[in-house]
Structures are given as C-alpha cells and as structure tokens.
C-alpha cells in the first residue's frame, strides 16, 4: 500500500494530488459526522431521561422531545426518593447493593478456584464436565425457573435474597470460561518451577496463579455486579415484601399505573438507578471491552 | 516454599489430596455441586412435573401427556405467544448484527476519537435491560411520548399511539433490541483484529476494491465470531422478558406476548407449574433445535483456519 501512494506521488500532477488530498479531507470530516449523528441518536434516549428528571412533571409532556428543561428543577429527587408503601429509596438501593455485592462476592471466591482445576489439571472426566459447562451457558434460565422456585419453596427460601446469591457461590459458567481463557495465557513454567520447590496445587493457585488472573478477576466482578444490579426476573420471583424490593423491581412498581404515575421522580429515580452501572462504564471500560472481546472470541 | 496443604507427610492424606486425579476434583466441586443442585435436578423436576397438574399449593397430581396436548391443540394464545417471540428473534437478530457488524467496520480504522464513539454507542448495551431502560422505552413511544414529539419537529403530524396498535408495538421492542448491538459490535471489533493485515495488503496490490475486499475477506475471517453471535443473541432473543413484561405486558391484543412471560404467567400468576414447565421443555426443544440448525448449517458458511 505504501510504494503505491510513493508512485503515484512522485508521477501525479501537482492540482490532482491536492485534489486527491482534499477529497480525503471531506471523506474524512462526512466520516466523523455521520458518526457522531448515529452516535447522538443512540445516547439520546438516556440524555433525554436525565434531563426529564430536571424538569417539572408537565413539561416531560409538553416540552417532550427537549433535551434542556426550561424550568430546572431538582424536587424530582426528593419526592421521588421517598418511595411508597412506606419505604424509600434508600431502603431499595440497600437491598440491591447487599445482593448485587454478596452474589459478585460468591462468584468471585468459586470461579477462579473451580477455573484453575479447569485450566492446569488433567483428571479424569474433565472433557465431561468442561463440556456440560458450556452447555450450561447456553441454558436459558426460564427452563430450570419453575423446579427451582418449587426447590426454594421448599426450603423455605422464598421471599428471602437467597436464592439471589447462594448460586453464586457455586460458579458462573461465564467467568469461569473467561478465567480459563486468561490462566491459558499464563506459561506453565511458572507451575513447573514452584512444583519442583514443593508447591502443592493449591499452593500454586495460591501463590502463583491467584496473583496473576486479578485483571480477569476483576472483569469478572464487574459484569457479575452488572448484571445482578440489573436483574429483574428473579428478584421478581423470590422478593415479595416491598422492604426486600432491589430498586429494578421497585422503579416497575413506581411506574405502574396505579401508583400516580409522576414522571419526574420516576425518571429521578430511574437516573439513579443507571448511576452506578454508568460509573462502572466510565472507569473500568477497559476491563468491559476486555471481557466481551476475549469470550466473544473464544467461543 | 511448603504450601499449607501438604503437611500430612508422603503417602498420607496431604498427599492423596494433592494427586492431580484428586486436586482436580477438589477445585471443580463447587461447580459439580451447583450443576447438579441448581441446573440437573431442577431440569429432571421439570420434566416430571410438565406430565402433572400442580399448583405449588397441593401434591402434583399425573395427568399424562395433557399438558402437553392442551398446549399444541386447545390454547391459542400459546401459539400466538410462540409466534410472537420467533417473529422478534428473526427480525431483531439479524439486524442487530447487520448494524453492529456495519459499524464495526466503521471504527475499524481506529482514529483518536474512535475510543469515544466506541464508547457512546456501546452505552445503550450495559443500560438496556435495566428496568430504567423499559420505563423509559414506554415514554418514548406514548401517543404524547418524545418520538411523536420529535416527529411533528420534521413536519409530521403524527398521533399514532406505538404501543397500543397491535401492528406497530412488537416494534418498539425490536427497535430497542436493536438500540443494543454495542456488545455484538465489540465482539466483531474484536474479530477484525485478529484479521492479518497481510491479507488486505495482499489484495491492494492485486487492486482489488475496499467492497470487494470487505465481501471476500473481512466476511469470509469474520463468520466464526458471526456465528458465535448468532447462537448467542437468538437464545437472548427467545427467551427475553423483562422488556415485554414491563414495556407492554403483552398488550395489545396479546401482540408482544413474548414467551416467556406467557409461561411466567401461567406457572406463576395462574398456579399452573405443570403447564408451566411443559412450556418450559418446548422452550427447551426449539432453542435446542435453532442451535443445532445454525451449528449444522455452520460447515458451509463458518470459515475454519485449520482446513
């Protein structure tokens, strides 16, 4: 590519190889304008809610397309955080943040533990079960929903966060995969060397592995958190009581239509409730493009 | 360097547990533990209730294949639930990749801002299972919602109420599925990557045009991550459900009934666990048969490097 363009400079007369150069320039400036107009379509849903929790309620209806409230108002958010039944916002962020933290905790201890075995030992009945794991991430939840919810019933789990968070302490297919992926890259040498010291095996997790895999450990926390954060069906399922709400099932309750239906603190409140994912995306995108790249491409 | 474990002196339990044969078992436990309490059994349950009439309240009570002959022959709405949810995975997932893999290639040729773009409109993504997301999905499209609003700025006049015509609300779901190619386009930008450069090169001298290069390299390299995504987003696809529960519940006229909130509906709202999980094999069965189609038909459209 490169002696093309040297040839072509070098016999091209002087007026066509500006030519060539500001027609580059204008493919280049289309280029960035296209972009940024698809872009601007793409985030103007999440701008406008923003914006409408700043507006007071009747201009979300008559100023509705507007990005900029004419009348900036925050009393959005603190109507909005009292909640109903009793029960604020405050009460609903608790919850999602003690389930969405013990369950990223669980799968955080199991899914590294269970992707060494995976990764570096050869046993028996490996190829079986490494099989059925992948199997198992391709296993909608829908089928196993009701026999769990009866198995939970039983143990009389329903209505507490437990059938939230106990599952996660077994391992998620996904991180697992994605932990696996990242200990193949590490050179078994390291293993070999600290066997031959004495290392057990999980000597070596411990001390060698374990200290290496953090970057994967992390992406794996942070879509776990993500995802648990943004739950809604099971939640759905097993909190009944609004004082066990996570703030996805309570911001369904908020907008249903018997509860009064005032946009502006639903929208506060909805706001709210994307702030800790947007943070997540702002400071640890790097480790979100990592973890969708490396499973995407493995799979 | 003595690891904690090991103490129990050779041929004793330390080193019993630290044979391969055995540490491999120790380290998978946990997830042999949690297949067989929270996926194998609960799967064997829910093939032995979808022959039974229970409803959580009573003991399960057999009744054969009924279930199964209600579903396929006397209820309507089944169907119109299972058509439903195929006519979204079909139309949602290929345009979904079709834009995700169009605007992959855009930011293939990295600029500084590329970074930036990449993120914008990787946003909607993280953000659109939310249940914001679905409240807000429900605003947009009210007859006094922001799109009717943004349409009458471009001059038309329109009143059209999206989520309550049967014809036009099962498209405000596809449209916010396909608002959500961000991480699908990753995955490809991820694919082009890995593409050796050489290649392009090699064509460039032959003077082979950037359409053509697109459809004889870029497509050829790209259809095992293509594939990937394909089996991936047409199982989201089937079983979706937060978006129809909250956006339309099915409204109207049972036009964005998707699936699994019918079943959801059944086992959990009427008590019908049996009838629910009969939906559940079926569920099973289609997703089981797609997957397989898309892998069968793999040999003739996935590129494999080896052969």
Known sequence: MDTTQRTSAVTVPKSQRLSYRTRKTIGRVLYHIFVILIGFVMIYPLIWMVASSFKPPNEIFNNAKSLIPNEFVTYNYPNG????????????????????????????????????????????????????????????????????????????????????????????????????????????????????????????????????????????????????????????????????????????????????????????????SILPIMLIFIFCQKYLVEGISTEGLKG | MKAGKTTGGPGGFGAFINREQVAGYVFILPFIIGLVCFTIIPIIISLCLSFTKYDILSAPVFTGLSNYVRMFTQDPTFWKSFRVTLFYAVVSVPLKLIMALFVAVLFYRGTRLTAFYRAVYYLPSIMGSSVAVAVLWKRLFAVDGVINSLLAFFGIDSQIGWLSRPDTAIWTLIVLSVWQFGSSML?????????????????????????????SITLPMLTPVIFFNLIQQTIN???AFTQSYIITNGKPLDSTLFYSVYMYRRSFEFSEMGYGAAMAWFMLFVVSVLTALIFKSSNSWVYRASE
């Open chain 1, 81 to 272: 955080w009292k909640g109903f039944a009793g029960y604020s916002f405050s009460n609903f962020f608790k919850n999602s943040f003690v389930i969405s933290g013990i369950a990223t905790l669980g799968s955080l201890i199991s899914s590294p533990f269970i992707a060494f075995g995976f990764a570096r030992l050869r046993f028996k009945g490996k190829k079986l079960w490494f099989s059925m794991m992948l199997l198992t991430m391709m296993l909608p939840f829908q089928i196993i929903m009701i026999p769990q919810y009866i198995i939970y019933h039983n143990l009389g789990w329903v209505g507490t966060i437990l059938p939230l968070v106990i599952p996660n302490f077994f391992g998620g297919a996904f991180f697992i995969f994605l932990i696996i992926q990242f200990i193949d890259g590490i050179p078994r040498e390291l293993d070999e060397a600290a066997k031959i010291d004495g290392c057990s095996w999980y000597g070596i997790y411990t001390r060698i592995i374990l200290p290496l895999i953090v970057p994967a450990i992390v992406t794996c926390g942070i879509f776990s958190f993500m995802w648990k954060w943004d739950d809604f069906l099971a939640s759905l399922l097993y909190l009944n009581a609004p004082r066990q709400y996570t703030v996805s099932i309570a911001l369904k309750m908020f907008s249903d239509p018997n509860s009064g239906s005032d946009w502006g603190s639903m929208f506060a409140m909805a706001t709210l």
């Open chain 2, 237 to 239: 696809a089937f079983t």
């Open chain 2, 187 to 215: 995955v490809f930008l991820g694919g082009l990557k890995q593409i050796p450069v050489s290649l392009y090169e090699a064509a460039t001298v032959d003077g082979c045009s950037r359409p053509k290069q697109f459809f």
